[in-house]
């Protein structure tokens, strides 16, 4: 069965392309390589002993994507292609709104016009914004406060409105993902950001591999356990594990737009996590106390018990296997895929 699977080489697409293929679909991935590189691929192809079918093409580009459609009869696409930086977004929101909003809205074009009915898309925790309350279920209040998360909350409403049009054909299925952190196994494939990382773990790991002096702990007077902010961190391969299950799930079901949380349900200090990294890896992360980051909440994490109850699939591995994943990936590729 094929499966389209855009934005493939990324960092959670390349572990899904593994996943899709164990579980017995042919993964069929388009990117265009603007945050990834096609080494990834080589090395999906290498752990998979196969040679996945992709194309060099951006979303945005309708006549080529037509053109893959037309080679193909996919019976779903999992739509991981996007920008996904915040601080970013806030300085490009075009380009934001163009590649995460209009780019959806070729590829969901094209899918209607092919009869392709089955979308996976990669939603973001950050939909839920300043939360009233942990752990979060689905059905708390959106609210944004970036063009990053205000585009993935547009195509959240997109999806849902598609999905209330009379003789409405489409499958959707919104994954809210929580932090993905960590790496396969094998230490091959992982996360490679470009220039200086702004998320946590990939800032932790280069630290302890000696690229980066120094962590900045953005903030240690949080109302948590030890007053720095707390996050559901979730292994990527459980992650992908997440996709599988949901595109079972709306191969049987019938059209509507599904949502679900993609989270551990724990959630972890900035402290705690540099401490598991530490023991993970025996190197020091020196750090020191910083001012808060502009935007950052106190905790996030996910009640995670809807797609346990609806998709059968709950994360399985610990804080201690992400960050020793992660510190695979990190010591075997100091310079990520180059
Ligand atoms: P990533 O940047 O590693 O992967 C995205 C991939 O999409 C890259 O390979 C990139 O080259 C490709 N791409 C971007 N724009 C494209 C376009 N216009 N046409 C074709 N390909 C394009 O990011 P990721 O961490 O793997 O995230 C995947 C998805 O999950 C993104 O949509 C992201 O917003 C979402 N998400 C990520 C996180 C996270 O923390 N990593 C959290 C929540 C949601
Ligand atoms: C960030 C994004 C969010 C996105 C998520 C997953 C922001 C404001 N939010 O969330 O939209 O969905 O990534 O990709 O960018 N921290 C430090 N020092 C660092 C880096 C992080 O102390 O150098 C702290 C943060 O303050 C936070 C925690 O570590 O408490 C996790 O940060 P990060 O990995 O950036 O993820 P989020 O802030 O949850």
């Known amino acids: 069965m094929d499966i389209l699977v855009t934005g493939g ?20 991935i388009v990117d265009n390589f603007s945050n ?23 979303v945005r580009d309708a006549v080529a994507l037509s053109e893959v459609f ?40 094209l899918m209607a016009q092919h009869a392709v009915h089955n979308f996976i898309f990669s939603s973001s925790a950050t939909v839920y914004g300043d939360p009233d309350s942990v752990p979060i279920n689905e059905a708390a209040a959106t609210r944004t406060t970036n063009p990053y998360g205000a585009s993935k909350l547009m195509v959240e409403d997109i999806s849902r409105d598609l999905c209330l049009a009379p003789n409405n054909a489409f499958k959707v299925c919104l994954l809210r993902y929580f932090n993905p952190i960590g790496a396969h196994h094998s230490g091959r494939i992982g ?44 292994h990527v391969v459980d992650l992908a594990k997440g996709h599988v299950r949901a595109l079972q799930y709306i191969l049987e079901k019938p059209a509507d737009c599904y949502t679900f949380n993609l989270g551990t349900g724990n959630g972890y200090s900035v402290l ?10 025996g190197k020091t992360v020196p750090y020191d106390i910083a001012l ?32 020793s994943d992660a510190w695979r990936w990190q010591s075997k590729n100091p310079n990520g895929y180059e």
Not at 78 to 95: D, M, R, W
């Open 70 to 109: 037309a080679k193909h009869q996919f019976a779903a696409a999992i739509h991981f292609a996007g920008l996904k930086a915040v601080g970013e977004s806030c300085e490009q929101p075009l380009n934001y709104y163009q590649n995460n909003v209009a780019g959806t809205m070729v590829l969901l074009e």
């Open 191 to 234: 996360e490679d950001p470009n220039g200086i990382p702004n998320n946590l773990l990939p800032y932790v790991s280069q630290v302890a591999v000696g690229k980066l002096k120094r962590l900045q702990v953005f903030g240690d007077d949080y109302d948590t356990v030890d007053g720095t902010g707390v996050r559901d961190y979730i």
């Open 272 to 281: 705690e996590v540099v401490k598991a990294f530490e023991q993970a890896s």
């Open 9 to 28: 080489a990324g960092y959670i697409g390349s572990h899904a392309v593994i996943e899709l293929h164990k579980a017995g679909f042919n993964p069929v």
């Open 36 to 58: 990834s590189k096609e080494e990834a691929l080589r090395r999906v192809n290498e752990l998979c002993s196969k040679e996945f079918t992709f194309y060099r093409t951006d």
């Open 292 to 323: 808060r980051r502009a935007g950052d909440i106190a905790a996030c994490f996910a009640d995670a018990s809807l797609a346990k109850a609806e998709l059968n699939w709950q994360a399985e591995y610990s804080i201690e296997r992400m960050v």
